[in-house]
């Protein structure tokens, strides 16, 4: 039998750096027509989102639930250039790692009768989820065992690699705050 590990210690596992070599120059953001930069009024830090708060929630089930550990390639990874190869490190290294802690997570808050009106998610590609209209995420986590295409995205997101997106520009130039701005929109 596999090395057991807590799923708070799967989770912890550091992935492993990914060697970048930005384009020079690297281009604006994708759009979409249906969102822009205006439409990103008001940015606020979301202080509850902090691994305190999610340890007082869901400790019992991060320390007592157990998988098998899964360390990640001891190969390095390719330097990325653009979002696409960002996006297959993601599907390669990520994905299914991300998929067995739902399960694992959601299957041991089952069993204890603890779901509390929670619904069971799974992740992969944004088209696994409903779309919207043209726009079609990077990402998604829609309910798990529905049909592909048919659960609304819980959280839809798009990839952007370091130097396309990054919470410094928040506050930086005022092309870097319309960029950060753009990608926001976008999800």
Do not use: C
């Not at 929630?57 to 998988?67: F, G, I, M, R």
């Not at 990325?80 to 802690?101: W, Y």
């Not at 049909?147 to 990054?166: E, F, I, L, Y």
């Amino acid at each position: 039998m596999a090395n057991q590990v807590s799923l708070l210690t799967y989770l912890q596992v550091a992935l492993p750096a990914i060697p970048a070599n930005p384009p020079q120059p690297s281009g604006p953001n994708t759009t979409n027509d249906s969102y822009s930069f205006q439409d990103i009024h008001n940015l606020t830090i979301w202080e509850e989102f902090n691994l305190a708060n999610i340890l007082q929630t869901y400790q019992t089930v991060l320390t007592t639930s157990s998988l098998a550990a899964d360390p990640f390639p001891t190969s390095p990874p390719n330097a990325i250039n653009s979002e696409n190869p960002l996006r297959h490190r993601i599907t390669e290294m990520i994905s299914t790692r991300l998929r067995r802690a739902l399960r694992t997570g959601f299957a041991s808050l089952s069993a204890v009768k603890q779901m509390n009106g929670l619904t069971i998610l799974s992740f992969d590609v944004g088209e696994a989820a409903r779309t919207i209209g043209t726009y079609t995420p990077d990402i998604a986590y829609f309910t798990a065992g529905s049909q592909p295409g048919t659960s609304w995205n819980r959280a839809p997101g798009d990839v952007k690699p370091s130097w396309k997106w990054d919470t410094a520009m928040s506050s930086g130039t005022n092309y870097q705050r319309k960029e950060y701005r753009q990608a926001l929109s976008q999800s």
